[in-house]
């Protein structure tokens, strides 16, 4: 793409690239020809023409009005999931705390603030707002990927499960117990991410007999 391209083509490879409603991140768009500057001029251009939309700093989107709503509309868990959790290649964080704890049954409440720990945080803990929803935001105690992702975030309810659980602390553990057994996840992979395994976790491990549901 050279520094001649009109607003038209550049559409057409955020359509390809993006799609409708879908966050976009002006920093990491790299195209070969176009520099960063022109990049943004472009992007100033479809913005005025109404073929872009600004969600906040850095994040756009192309607006497509879905029928039943009379503007189109950017869901701000999508640019958190794209921000914070994973894009289409990698995984580099994921639910946690009371939130992920509702998403898994141990408690009927949803806070408010969504919590998150993530690899693109360097900090121990901060709140971040995003759209008009208030994220937690935490760095990992080991590298997040796409394999391990969702044994850490596991690991992380395991022990935090009687601060959060509505249950018993029998029926906490049975719980836990069927989702592990459910996602099958290997003895391999826990060896592979004890580092972030915290002594009170692995304690819950045994006593509730989720070791047991890892496969050799």
Request: charged content about 25%; some cysteine; glycine content about 6%.
């Amino acid at each position: 793409m050279e520094e001649g391209v009109d607003t038209c083509m550049l559409k057409e490879y955020l359509e390809k690239n993006y799609g409708y409603n879908e966050p976009i991140f002006l920093n990491e768009i790299r195209l070969e020809g176009l520099s960063d500057n022109a990049l943004r001029q472009y992007f100033k251009r479809m913005l005025k023409s109404g073929d872009l939309a600004r969600f906040d700093t850095g994040i756009y989107y192309l607006p497509k009005v879905p029928r039943l709503l009379k503007k189109s509309y950017l869901d701000p868990m999508k640019v958190i999931i794209r921000k914070y959790i994973q894009s289409t290649t990698e995984t580099y964080g994921y639910f946690a705390g009371a939130t992920f704890a509702n998403q898994i049954g141990l408690t009927t409440q949803m806070p408010a603030t969504l919590e998150i720990v993530t690899s693109k945080e360097s900090t121990e803990g901060r709140t971040v707002t995003v759209g008009s929803q208030a994220v937690r935001l935490k760095r990992p105690v080991t590298t997040i990927t796409s394999e391990n992702a969702g044994l850490l975030q596991f690991l992380d309810a395991v022990f935090h499960a009687e601060k959060y659980s509505e249950l018993s602390n029998s029926d906490t553990g049975i719980l836990l117990k069927n989702y592990a057994k459910q996602r099958n996840y290997s003895k391999e992979l826990l060896s592979s991410v004890l580092s972030g395994i915290t002594g009170s976790a692995a304690i819950k491990l045994i006593e509730w007999g989720i070791i047991y549901e890892f496969t050799s």
